[in-house]
């Protein structure tokens, strides 16, 4: 079945074009076998692109084909390309699942509802072309892709990149440099060059009139090998330059051939025809039923399309349609201005005021030649629906045409404003510069102009270009006044959420400056509301401006007051930092997630790109905290589609620095902590302290303790919200394992300080766990044990998995090894059991065990070489050990795709219980000290090195089993120790094993 496209007109043979033949041929064998495949034909006009797509629809008869061709004057009208390709397959929504078919009408305006989430209107088209395809493969020609609207490309670029197994294919051709908005650019592209000369020369022996041979050389060498130039040319030249008696034209017009041609065809057809051509030409091809109607209020009969069919404009077969894309755009582009207005006219005429009110308001508008408030207004109206399908790009068109028909100034202004506001929400921030440059010479009031500072400064918060933005707010603050108390609140709230951004990056003012002009500008506002936004943003100016002390229970009374609220508010700014900053503040992880939520559900029902891409971010951290690694990745793969989609450059593995340090892929991490202090210099200051907390859980987990405190202690000196707090215990770690006293202190002291205050699970099991690891005796125990009982409650699998850890440990050096055997176990469990989808192993062993100097914990408990790193399990992202490496599913990184079970690596070597019966040659003595040993080595870090020689022991291990357990693994007594086993070591078995004066030593 084909429906809706440019047939094939009489004319040469394809000539040439091998490799895209092939490619074409690929494609269909593919469908044909029930899998999917997609191609981006790009080139310049007339190079031969819509050729291809005939070519193809002729090869793939026994398929379903839709061809569309767009439409240069409905490139703005949100979602129209899309309606048009579905509109065949409408009868088959009810098959949706719910969200789908709610998001899909209410794009499409079948039905009111909510903004429409754009993903879940790609999701819908992919579903319904699969649907489609199940009962008959189903090919998709698109041509002059750069006038499909954006909407409608941003569903079609998802569904072409999800395309597999679903029998569909997708050929989409677009014209070089123009409209292209880079959404097709992921996809498989091929460019389509001129054609050989051989070919061309071919291609020229087809046309109408002899060409000489050596005119014949000059023309394929003007022409670059195009064929439309070529076959055209032919036909504008003379008969004597055509036989070489005629000198050519120098240089030959071929810049202007294709449209001169095409134009002076048109000119040369009756004035009904020329007429009928422009509405064919203004109105969508597959709409032949609103062009008649057109027609007939314009006094034209269907006869008038004789005389173009006869010329070669329109296609035999199909009246309506031109017989090349190429010279549609020429009619639209030749006509003059009052044809084209008494066009519309008649088109706005034809529609239906209320199923295409949209359509007739644009059509009138392009029919009005001055200032029209009434027509203005229809525009306005028109761009509330669209706001309300989700449509912002449309929004913003239909707000420009409108501020082009205002005549009040200020009107126009306003409007102008409201149109760059939606080009922000749609994530095109040059459009909203250029819409806010038009605004400037009618902005006469304050609130006016505070209205663009405040629209100028997001634009380069999208940008991100954050260090002046706080400054420019502010400066808007001044020039306000007092006229607008709520306006200047909502100021000083964006001036917050970029100065908590930039952090120590911000230039013109200080974060100290915002804050208190924030605190002090909520106590003059009358407004009797409070909500929980402004309640936290109030909260934070006053964590920054007055401390924690006064902070924290103020951050605790808003968050409580967001989880009461029903909604969380609109979307106008990324309000996910704030809140994420404020939760990380308090150690609250449950309100986090919960407010992140449900602030990811309304910027997905309002279509807000932006907001939405930056909570998705906020949603992945919570992930990580949980162990749910696969379900950070896909949060991850969204926002860069979201990026790639709006052009925000924030995007990439820069995003990923958590994921990297907790699943040790240290390449990568490096790579993008370098990345990351480079756009310091655009004021990105708070990627400076997530870098560094990154690097410290990293260096923790591979055991370099030194290198951990001083990242840690970068962040402890600044203390910001949020990583301030969090980096406390990690530090009280780092400095306990690297024998500095004194930083373990001052870290433990803020945080016994600030967790009480904030009086969360997770905070107050960061307490326990900081004491513990600084305390002397059995005091440790309980505050070990206490720290474990609290991060029970929370979701933390991470942190509850690191303290058993930790509390094994402790409880194995006090030898009371059944406790430790079972903190060790439920650790290990845990970790087997978390979603991490890949697992690196840890690096090699650290320095300090090999020599033998291991440092004493703050509390005096001895820290033994053969242990200092075990923790380091948790913070290497749930690590196995070398030996561990043998399983492939240990290397492969994440990807976006769910894993299976068999994604965890299911190695004996971490964590796992020893069983000494399988080592048959060992008597129960030596099956204990087996036990004890194979406990220490899964417990402790990847690389287990430590060893101890049987006669001079000058390795420093603690006892004689640890070495003869690692020689029983290796099938060695020999000392790595010792160069050559000059300590004397000799092979013996486990039974032989004794110490000075032969006497055998007790494990």
Request: aromatic share 4%; proline share 5%.
């Amino acid at each position: 079945m084909v429906w809706n496209g440019v047939h094939r007109a009489p004319g040469p043979p394809m000539v040439g074009r091998r490799a895209e033949r092939e490619a074409i041929g690929r494609l269909l064998d593919a469908v044909r076998d029930g899998l999917s495949g997609v191609l981006v034909l790009t080139g310049e006009p007339g190079i031969g692109k819509t050729r291809l797509l005939e070519y193809a629809a002729e090869r793939a008869a026994e398929l379903r084909v839709v061809r569309l061709t767009a439409v240069e004057s409905e490139t703005g009208l949100g979602f129209g390309t899309l309606h048009r390709l579905l509109r065949p397959f409408l009868n088959r929504t009810d098959r949706l699942p719910g969200p789908q078919r709610t998001a899909l009408d209410a794009a499409l305006g079948l039905l009111p509802g909510p903004p429409a989430d754009r993903y879940l209107v790609g999701l819908a088209t992919l579903t319904l072309l699969s649907e489609a395809a199940a009962d008959q493969p189903l090919l998709f020609l698109l041509d002059d892709a750069q006038w499909v609207d954006r909407e409608s490309a941003e569903a079609l670029a998802f569904t072409a990149r999800r395309l597999h197994a679903d029998s569909l294919g997708m050929i989409i051709a677009l014209r070089d440099g123009l409209g292209d908005t880079g959404l097709f650019d992921s996809l498989g592209g091929h460019a389509v060059t001129g054609l050989p000369e051989p070919e061309a020369r071919i291609l020229l022996s087809f046309a109408a009139r002899r060409v000489d041979t050596a005119v014949a050389e000059r023309i394929v060498a003007g022409t670059g090998g195009n064929p439309l130039a070529l076959l055209e040319l032919t036909d504008a030249l003379a008969a004597e330059q055509l036989s070489g008696v005629a000198p050519l034209p120098d240089p030959l017009p071929v810049s202007r051939l294709d449209e001169g041609h095409f134009r002076r065809l048109v000119q040369a057809m009756p004035p009904e025809t020329a007429t009928l051509l422009l509405l064919l030409a203004t109105a969508p091809s597959d709409d032949t039923g609103m062009v008649w109607r057109a027609a007939g209020r314009l006094g034209l009969s269907a006869r008038a399309v004789q005389p173009a069919i006869a010329a070669g404009i329109l296609g035999r077969d199909t009246p309506t349609a031109f017989r090349h894309p190429l010279i549609r755009s020429t009619v639209h582009a030749g006509a003059e201005p009052g044809e084209l207005r008494r066009a519309h006219a008649a088109l706005a005429a034809a529609c239906d005021p209320v199923r295409d009110a949209d359509r007739r308001a644009w059509h009138r508008a392009e029919a009005t030649e001055t200032t029209d408030d009434g027509v203005a207004d229809d525009l306005e109206a028109a761009s509330e629906r669209a706001r309300s399908r989700g449509g912002y790009s449309q929004q913003a068109l239909f707000l420009s045409r409108a501020a082009d028909l205002t005549r009040d100034p200020d009107k126009r202004a306003e409007r102008l404003l409201d149109a760059a506001q939606a080009h922000l929400m749609s994530g095109d921030a040059p459009a909203a510069h250029t819409a806010l440059d038009l605004a400037g010479a009618d902005i006469r009031g304050p609130v006016l102009r505070t209205r663009a500072l405040r629209t100028r400064a997001t634009a380069q918060m999208f940008q991100i270009a954050v260090a002046d933005v706080p400054a420019m707010l502010m400066d808007a603050v001044t020039r306000l006044g007092p006229q607008d108390p709520g306006l200047t609140w909502e100021l000083l709230c964006e001036a917050l959420h970029a100065v908590l951004v930039a952090h120590d990056c911000t230039q013109g003012t200080s974060p100290t400056e915002v804050a208190v002009a924030a605190l002090t500008a909520r106590q003059h506002t009358t407004d009797s509301t409070r909500r929980g936004r402004d309640l936290l943003m109030e909260a934070l100016a006053r964590r920054m401006a007055e401390g924690y002390e006064r902070g924290a229970p103020a951050l605790r009374a808003a968050l409580d007051a967001l989880r009461r609220e029903g909604g969380i508010g609109d979307a106008t700014s990324p309000f996910a930092v704030m809140l994420s900053m404020a939760c990380d503040d308090l150690w609250e992880v449950q309100a986090g997630r919960e407010l992140t939520d449900r602030l990811a559900a309304g910027d997905r029902d309002t279509g807000a790109l932006y907001a939405l891409s930056i909570t998705l971010l906020v949603q992945a951290r919570y992930d990580l905290l949980d162990g749910r690694f696969t379900q950070a990745e896909v949060r991850y793969a969204e926002f860069d589609e979201i990026a790639a989609a709006t052009g925000f450059l924030g995007g990439g593995d820069i995003n990923r620095l958590h994921l990297f340090a907790l699943t040790g892929h240290e390449a990568e991490l490096r790579a993008a902590v370098r990345r990351a202090a480079g756009m310091r210099s655009m004021g990105h200051g708070v990627l400076q302290l997530l870098a560094q907390h990154a690097l410290t859980l990293f260096e923790l987990g591979q055991g370099r303790y030194r290198q951990a405190m001083e990242h840690a202690r970068r962040v402890f000196e600044q203390d910001a919200p949020a990583y301030g707090n969090l980096v406390l215990p990690l530090l009280v770690e780092a400095c306990v394992r690297s024998g500095d006293r004194a930083g373990a202190s001052a870290a433990l002291a803020r945080l016994e300080e600030r967790a009480p205050l904030a009086a969360t699970p997770w905070a107050l099991g960061s307490l326990a766990l900081g004491r513990a690891l600084t305390a002397d005796g059995e005091d440790a125990g309980k505050f070990y044990q206490e720290s474990v009982d609290l991060l029970q409650h929370s979701p933390l699998a991470l942190e509850q998995a690191r303290a058993r850890l930790l509390f094994g440990e402790w409880l194995r050096r006090r030898k009371r090894r059944s406790e430790a055997r079972r903190q060790l176990r439920a650790a290990y469990e845990s970790f087997r059991h978390l979603r991490c989808g890949a697992v690196r192993r840890a690096g090699p062993a650290r320095t300090a065990r090999h020599r033998g100097d291991g440092p004493q914990a703050v509390g005096g408990d001895p820290v033994r070489p053969h242990t200092e790193g075990t923790a380091g399990g948790v913070h290497g992202g749930l690590r196995t050990d070398q030996r561990g490496d043998r399983d492939d599913t240990v290397r492969h990184r994440l990807d976006g795709r769910v894993p299976s079970e068999q994604g965890v690596p299911q190695t004996r070597h971490h964590l796992t219980q020893a069983d000494p019966r399988r080592d048959r040659r060992s008597g129960p003595g030596e099956r204990r000290r087996l036990t004890r040993c194979h406990l220490l080595r899964k417990a402790g870090s990847a690389t287990f090195t430590s060893s101890a020689c049987v006669h001079s022991r000058p390795c420093g291990a603690p006892s004689i089993s640890t070495y003869w357990a690692e020689a029983a693994a290796r099938g060695t007594a020999r000392c790595r120790r010792c160069p050559a086993g000059r300590c004397g070591t000799r092979r013996s078995s486990l039974r032989g094993a004794r110490g000075r004066g032969g006497r055998r030593r007790r494990p």
